[in-house]
Structures are given as structure tokens and as C-alpha cells.
């Protein structure tokens, strides 16, 4: 026990200050004074092994069923997933997710998925001596304002994955400078965004792999990122990006796949530059304003396995050139103005059993004849298999679909889970009165809640008065029955909370005007029209019913849940997602009221975080 008291003060002096004392210090310390690592011989690696385990104790105790200011307080949080000997007189290299090099210091730490929450520690820096992997992906976790000083000291890192976690700073971090070794960055769907700090990427020399995707940085794809030597993959979908899609232009034909998908591009052709991308596998430029027709020069990518071009509005027919592509997997195009017929060469590659061409998607129950096709407009997901309709593989259409003049319904409105109320139902408008939503406009002040409360309408995530949608019908005690969507989220009185449709059930209390209504049977309709209003209270007043402008993106939940965890309302995130859409509607109304909707009469504000948050 002296032995190890002596090495805890050696240690205790060594390590940096910290500014407060937390409770999970205290923890650290008690446990490596009461269990000593068992490596080293002498003081100095006795010293050293104390340091890594006081160092990893702390990350144990700082997130094991630990909250913060991103998670909701929830009974069930108990810590991690699995936490097989951690904190136990095991050794360090013992502990779940740890790999030691051949002197047993921690070399890659993957603790992926295991519901890590609280505040991750900077004492985990300490660890940096020999520490190359990092995956603490899929996290609560995070760190506030605090700063993430501790990614400065890991000099040796070739692998940091930090997405859909919690990490909090304003712009790039200028720690990220110092990792000079990294191949692979994934830092998506966290709230590291602004348009700053890009001079951290200037020294990153050695990366490969690079993901910012779902953050929100409002600027051009940063000079930085694109004069990496060595960089493969890039991933910037739905990241507020803005300017030309000709930064291809300054990008090594060392890249082989980019996903540029959902951002503020200026509207123009797919740009020339594209095609001295030589080595290209995969191609993602959906919801880019992209206008022109196909150009005949994707034949000559004879690499490119994947091609995303959906939602945009490119024109013509599909040229023949893309039948020579030999190596192509998937070919999406649906949702643009493209008219003709699929080339006899794609259709030949499709049906061949030695071609790989297993996806082949366009508006093929409308402008485009493709009897080749197996999947038309929105009705199913695609992957270099094959495609999909609610997990069923997809044959060719065979020329059947579109033919019977009938329009088929789709779930929602066909737009994935649909976050659309039904065209019979009604809105009350400020000066106005009981208008239906159908004659909703931008601008309109319409009823949110109780009978005195009033929201601007600024926008229509969905409005399409041709599409037939299948709807949930809600009939309560007295009023008219609401038709929603079943994804889509609405006020449960007795649930204290915004849920989705498909979970409410008979005798659930509904709000209506302040008072209580009780819902006393549920059908399943088909509407022709589908409306979608946002107002900028999040919230609105259809048939007299309380509801949510928004839909939850985890089939039935009302929470967003990562590993398990319960992390935060749907509306409260989805309303937080959209703010950067009210405050340029807010400041700009005349440019607002004239937003432009997909084919599918889906708004090109609302279309690309619907399929990022899917993706």
C-alpha cells in the first residue's frame, strides 16, 4: 500500500491542474490507491502504468451513468453498455474496448455505441504517449464549452471517429492542428460547427478519409480541405455549404468518393471539373440545385460504382454513355425533369448476370419509359445491392407501374415515413378564420395552441395537392377527427409530451384549445393532398388539435436515442435543426415565401435534413 500511495502522490504531481475538484477525480483516485496497476517494474513504468489507469478511471467515472446539459433525466440510464473489467484490479489492456501495444500501454480505445454520457474528461490525455485509435462514435457524450483540449496531446491518433456525440466547440478545434499522423477524421453529426478554425486541416498531411457531414458551417467548401494531398473520401452532405459545386476543381484525383448532397450550392450544371476525377467510385449529389442535362462524360469514369443525382432538376434524357460504364453498381436519378427513355445499354447491364448494375432508379411512373427500372420516384431506398420498399427487394418494373392511370397512395404522403397532414383537414388563420390547409399560405398567422395563440407560418415541408397520401384518422369526444401522417407528432396530454401518431392510442387525452379531448377510435384513410405548414413556434392547431410541425425520425419514439439512451425530444431537436431555416425566413420573408418544392412537392429546405437524419 505505500508502494502505491507514493506512486498516486508521484502522479497527482505530474499530471496538468484542474480547475475543479470533480466528484469523478475523487473516484479515480480512490480506486488506483486501493488497486494498483499490476505492470512495471520499475518506478518510473510504475509511475507511468498509475498515470494510464488514473487517466482511464477517470474516463469510467466522468461518463458511466453520468447525464449532461444534450440528455434528458432518465430512470433507466445506468451506464455504459458493457463495461466488462473496467475499474476492476484487472490491468488496463484487460479492460472492455482496450488494445495495448507490446508494452502494455493503451493503443486503440474503440468504445463505439456503449452509452457513454457526461462530460468527457482531459485527463484522457495523458494517455496520448501511445494512443493511435479512437472511436467513442454513437455517443452521448461530449464536451461543453469546456473545450477538447485533450485531442492536442493525441499526436500519435491515425483514427479519431467523434460522431453523433455530443462534442461541443465553435468551429474547428485548433487542437485538430497538432494531429499530423491522422488518416481518418469523422466529426458529422456533432455540434462542432461555424465557418472557422479550417488552418487546423492545413498540417493534417497524412488524411484520407474525411466526414463533416450533418453540421453547420454556412461557407464554401473550405481551400484547406480540398488541397489535402492524400484525401479519398470526402463526406460534406447537409453541412450549409454554400458557393460552387466547381471547388472539384482544386480536389487530387487521389479522391474516390464524395457526398456533397443537401447543401446551399448556387444552381448550375453538374460542373466539368468533375470528370478529371479519374479514380471516382462513388458520387452523391443529391438536393444540389443541379440544372443541365446528364453530361455523356460519366462515360469515361470507368471507376465510378455509384451515383446519387436524385431530387434536383436536371432535363433530357439519359445519355447512352452510361451503359459503359462497366463497374457500375447504382444509378439514381429519380426526382428531377430528366424525360425519354432509359438507354437499351443500362437496361442490358441491368438485366446481365455478369454486369454488377443491381440498382437502377428514375421517374419511371411519369416522364421517363424504363421497363428496366426497379424503383420509381420516392417509393423505395437504394444501396449497390439492389433496391428496397420497406425491406423487400425490388424486381424490375417491367413497364407495369403507371400505366392503369390510377394514382397507389404511399404511407405519408410517399415520402419515407411522411411528416404530412391530409388534405380534408383545417387550419384557423388569424383575421381569417377556419381556412383548409390546403389555402394555407407563407406569411399566414395561424392558431398553435390554445384559441389566443398565433405563429407565422414560414415555410411547407411537404405541399403537393395532387398526391394521394394514406393517413392516420384520430376521432376524439368533440371535435372533427385529425388526418395525419403516422410518423408525424402530436400533443398527448396524459403522455405530458409530443408523440408520434402511430403511438397514440384509444382513451389518450389530446389537447384542444386548453381543454382535454379523449380519443375514441382510430382509422387508417386515403387523402388526396398532403400539407406540411412550420411554423416558427414549432407547433400547430389542425381541426382544433394540438400537433407538432415535425416527425420522429426513430420509427415510434418521441425520443432521439443513441445506444440505448434517451438523449432529447424530437421536437425539441428538430425545432433547435431548423432555426437557421426561421432566422433567414425571418429576416428575409419575400425570399421565403418563394421557395421552390420538388417534383414530389417536397420543400428543398426540409427534404435534405429529412434524408440525412434516414442516412
Not at 457526398?259 to 471539373?273: K, V, Y
Not at 420509381?376 to 423487400?392: I, L, P, S
Request: hydrophobic content about 35%; glycine content about 8%; aromatic content about 12%.
Amino acid at each position: 500500500m505505500m508502494k502505491s500511495m507514493t506512486i498516486l502522490f508521484s502522479l497527482l504531481n505530474i499530471l496538468p491542474a484542474v480547475t475543479s475538484q470533480a466528484q469523478y477525480l475523487y473516484d479515480a483516485t480512490e480506486f488506483i490507491a486501493n488497486n494498483p496497476s499490476p505492470y512495471g517494474s520499475t518506478a518510473f513504468n510504475s509511475i507511468a502504468y498509475a498515470a494510464q489507469r488514473y487517466a482511464m478511471s477517470c474516463l469510467y467515472f466522468a461518463t458511466y451513468a453520468q447525464t449532461n446539459e444534450y440528455m434528458i433525466e432518465e430512470d433507466n440510464y445506468d451506464g455504459w453498455d458493457d463495461s466488462d473489467n473496467w475499474v476492476t484490479d484487472k490491468g488496463v489492456c484487460e479492460w472492455y474496448g482496450v488494445t495495448c501495444d507490446e508494452n502494455n500501454f493503451v493503443r486503440e480505445l474503440d468504445l463505439s455505441g456503449n452509452n457513454l454520457g457526461g462530460t468527457f474528461p482531459n485527463e484522457v490525455s495523458v494517455i496520448a504517449s501511445a494512443l493511435e485509435y479512437l472511436d467513442i462514435s454513437n455517443n452521448p457524450t461530449g464536451s461543453f464549452l469546456s473545450g477538447m483540449f485533450w485531442l492536442g496531446q493525441m499526436t500519435k491518433l491515425t483514427h479519431l471517429d467523434i460522431h453523433n456525440t455530443n462534442f461541443d466547440h465553435a468551429g474547428i478545434p485548433p487542437y485538430f492542428g497538432n494531429l499530423v499522423n491522422l488518416k481518418h477524421l469523422d466529426i458529422s453529426s456533432t455540434y462542432i460547427w461555424y465557418y472557422k478554425g479550417w488552418d487546423a486541416f492545413s498540417t493534417m498531411i497524412n488524411l484520407e478519409w474525411l466526414d463533416l457531414s450533418v453540421n453547420y458551417y454556412e461557407g464554401e467548401v473550405p481551400t484547406q480541405i480540398l488541397n489535402l494531398p492524400k484525401l479519398k473520401n470526402l463526406y460534406i452532405f447537409d453541412s450549409y455549404f454554400s458557393g460552387s459545386l466547381d471547388f472539384m476543381d482544386q480536389m487530387s484525383d487521389t479522391v474516390i468518393e464524395i457526398w456533397a448532397d443537401l447543401n446551399w450550392f448556387e444552381p448550375g450544371p453538374i460542373p466539368s471539373s468533375l470528370f478529371s476525377l479519374t479514380n471516382l467510385k462513388g458520387l452523391s449529389l443529391t438536393s444540389c440545385q443541379l440544372t443541365g442535362t446528364i453530361p455523356t462524360e460519366f462515360g469515361n469514369l470507368d471507376k465510378l460504382e455509384s451515383v446519387w443525382l436524385f431530387n434536383n432538376t436536371l432535363t433530357d434524357s439519359i445519355p447512352t454513355e452510361i451503359g459503359d460504364m462497366e463497374n457500375l453498381k447504382l444509378f439514381q436519378t429519380e426526382d428531377n425533369m430528366l424525360t425519354g427513355t432509359m438507354p437499351e445499354s443500362v437496361c442490358t447491364n441491368f438485366e446481365s448476370d455478369v454486369h454488377p448494375l443491381s440498382a437502377l432508379a428514375t421517374d419511371c411512373l411519369t416522364e421517363v419509359e424504363c421497363d428496366c427500372c426497379n424503383c420509381c420516384e420516392f417509393e423505395c431506398d437504394c444501396d449497390k445491392d439492389g433496391c428496397y420498399v420497406d425491406g423487400v427487394p425490388q424486381d424490375p418494373i417491367n413497364g407495369d407501374s403507371g400505366d392503369s392511370g390510377e394514382d397507389t397512395p404511399a404511407p405519408g404522403g410517399g415520402f419515407g415515413g411522411g411528416f404530412c397532414f391530409s388534405g380534408e383537414t383545417t387550419v384557423n388563420v388569424f383575421d381569417k378564420g377556419i381556412v383548409a390547409i390546403a389555402d394555407l399560405e407563407i406569411g399566414d398567422e395561424v392558431q398553435v395552441g390554445n384559441k389566443d395563440e398565433y405563429s407565422r407560418v414560414y415555410s411547407f415541408g411537404h405541399y403537393n395537392k395532387d398526391t394521394t397520401g394514406e393517413f392516420l384518422q384520430i376521432h376524439t369526444s368533440n371535435t372533427k377527427p385529425l388526418e395525419l401522417s403516422k410518423d408525424h407528432m402530436i400533443y398527448v396530454q396524459n403522455k405530458e409530451a409530443f408523440v408520434p401518431a402511430s403511438t397514440v392510442t384509444v382513451g389518450d387525452k389530446l389537447l384542444s384549445n386548453n381543454n382535454n379531448v379523449e380519443v375514441t377510435k382510430i382509422d387508417t384513410v386515403t387523402r388526396k393532398g398532403v400539407f406540411a405548414p412550420f411554423t416558427e413556434s414549432g407547433t400547430i392547431s389542425v381541426n382544433g388539435i394540438m400537433a407538432s410541425n415535425y416527425i420522429t425520425m426513430q420509427d415510434d419514439r418521441n425520443k432521439l436515442t443513441i445506444a440505448g439512451v434517451p438523449i432529447a425530444s424530437m421536437q425539441r431537436i428538430a425545432h433547435s435543426f431548423t432555426l437557421p431555416h426561421r432566422l433567414i425566413c425571418n429576416n428575409n420573408k419575400e425570399f421565403c415565401s418563394n421557395e421552390t418544392y420538388s417534383s414530389s412537392g417536397i420543400s428543398h429546405w426540409v427534404y435534405g435534413p429529412y434524408l440525412a437524419s434516414k442516412w
